[in-house]
């Protein structure tokens, strides 16, 4: 837990169906794992304590008692674990049973969330076992422990503050309004989400999209868990697909894998300052209980792939459709500018290089989709002292080759005047010799659009604008 980064990870266990016994035990073997891999935030599937095929066995005493159990050795087990466990299982809270996610930390229960939409169509039928819950929270006593029990618990981080976890259950995420929604308003940066959610042709690809797009929307980390192999195939078949995503990205993701742990790493540092320029959220603490644990930060070490180009996608055909996307909008800007300024002209500082080119390339569609010939934009060539033959070849074919006018005004005499001017000695080549020269191209730049009613286009990025690589009074001008 280092600079926001927190580890954390998603499994389906293997289950057997109202086994309560051998998925406790599988369950722990589940925890053991993560804690040899360090990881700090662990979700298991919906009702694993019983599995989820279970169907009227839920009703018996002896399967309620079972899934007690199971949650108590679990409990026992994860006693000396540094992390914060959430698990499914049903839980009887004053004679009512409940589908529940169960938050566990260091021994403690630190709280039960019950899962608020019960799907009642097709095939599943839950409400025929389990009831819903009330809106609200309250005490509970399970396991010897008094805990939280409700429907707006956040879990939040004392050793970690962007850290604030929220449940919801399977088919909460899936309805108009998702549970996760208040969640997120109320400051919940990770949603964890213990499922059951079953298999059929296309649903995958649904639901890896529902839940990036969930994760996008909420600004928020998104950690999905679903019921595996093992559980009943009498109505529908079920199989692994665990997911986690971060603000719409999909960062690890496991399908038809049981009994293996997905790891990654996620930044609640970067969703707090994403958040804090939204505004959006954090509205809606007043009907939520507040639980805090704790986590040892102990300092880890970053597993997560860190793309060196993040805005440049891999694939070749992804990368051209972004292209195209930055192009256009940097295109559709400089129409609507000539459009404001009833101009059909522009001025642009050629020297060969990627910058100037690229804004050739946008000043070229933006005259394309004015339908104003492509002559009417003036590229100009201004050699220095620094010039190579190889930069002032390549701008004389691209103008040529795009159909541009060009232009070549040396800059190295009126330079070498200006040297005399203020009294500098054109052998030093110090910041003022390379700003001269800077000053220079923007003065014949601003004068010839001036003279032809023109704009003049500037040529900098946004790593100069960041890093501070302009020229002030000379590159950094331009008209647009």
């Known amino acids: 837990m280092k600079d926001g980064f927190i580890t954390c990870a998603v499994a389906s266990p293997s289950v057997r ?24 935030l662990l979700v298991l599937p919906e009702l694993v304590t019983t599995s989820y095929s279970c169907a009227d066995l839920f009703l018996q005493k002896r399967l309620q008692d079972g899934a007690l159990q199971a949650l108590a050795t679990i409990l026992k087990q994860s006693s000396k674990c540094d ?5 499914g299982s049903m839980v009887n809270v004053h004679g009512s049973l409940y589908n529940c996610a169960v938050v566990l930390n260091e021994g403690k229960i630190l709280g039960v969330v019950p ?12 409400k025929r076992w389990f009831k819903i819950p009330q809106k609200g929270n309250y005490e509970i006593e399970l396991l010897g422990q008094k805990t939280w029990f409700g429907t707006h618990l956040l879990f939040s981080c004392n050793d970690l503050p962007q850290l604030t976890l929220a449940c919801e259950i399977c088919e909460d995420l899936w309805v108009p309004h998702a549970v996760s929604i208040d969640h997120a308003l109320a400051g919940a940066t990770v ?12 649903k995958a690809e649904y639901r890896r999209n529902m839940i990036s797009v969930q994760s996008a929307r909420l600004v928020c980390a998104y950690l999905y868990s679903t019921a595996g192999f093992g559980e009943s195939t009498t109505d529908v078949v079920f199989a ?13 993701e496991q399908y038809h894998i049981s009994d293996r742990l997905q790891i990654t790493q996620i930044d609640v540092q970067k969703l707090a300052l994403e958040r804090i320029r939204m505004q959006s959220f954090g509205n809606e603490q007043s009907i939520h209980t507040r639980i805090n644990f704790s986590l040892n930060p102990e300092r880890a070490t970053l597993t997560r792939k860190i793309e060196k180009t993040p805005f440049v996608p891999e694939d070749e055909e ?4 972004r292209c195209e996307t930055i192009l256009n909008i940097q295109a559709l800007g400089l129409k609507k500018r000539l459009e404001s300024a009833h101009s059909s002209k522009v001025v642009i500082g050629l020297s060969g290089g990627l910058d100037s080119t690229l804004a050739l390339l946008v000043a070229v569609r933006a005259f394309d989709m004015l339908s104003i010939p492509r002559d009417q934009i003036l590229a100009v060539t201004m050699p220095g002292f620094g010039t190579t033959k190889r930069t002032k070849n390549n ?17 190295e005499k009126a330079v070498r005047q200006h040297f005399k001017d203020i009294g500098h000695d054109a052998t030093i080549t110090d910041v003022t010799y390379e700003n001269s020269q800077a000053r220079e191209r923007t003065q014949v730049l601003m004068d010839l659009a001036n003279k032809h009613n023109a704009l003049v286009v500037g040529t900098g990025d946004l790593s100069e604008l ?8 000379g590159d950094h001008m331009s008209m647009y």
């Open 191 to 202: 949603i964890a989400n213990p499922s059951a959610s079953n298999e059929l042709v296309g």
């Open 83 to 87: 992390m914060l466990i959430v698990l």
């Open 318 to 321: 992804s990368r051209q459709r």
């Open 395 to 411: 701008a004389t074919k691209l103008a040529t080759a795009l159909g541009v006018e060009l232009k070549t005004i040396s800059i």
């Open 115 to 126: 899962k608020q939409n019960l799907p009642n169509y097709l095939e599943f039928y839950e």
């Open 466 to 473: 960041a890093l501070g690589w302009a020229t002030y009074n």
């Open 17 to 40: 169906v109202a086994d309560c016994v051998y998925n406790a035990r599988s369950v722990v073997t589940m925890i053991e794992e993560a804690e040899k891999q360090n990881v700090k």
């Open 240 to 252: 692994p697909h665990n997911l986690i995503c971060e603000n719409g990205h999909i960062l690890a």
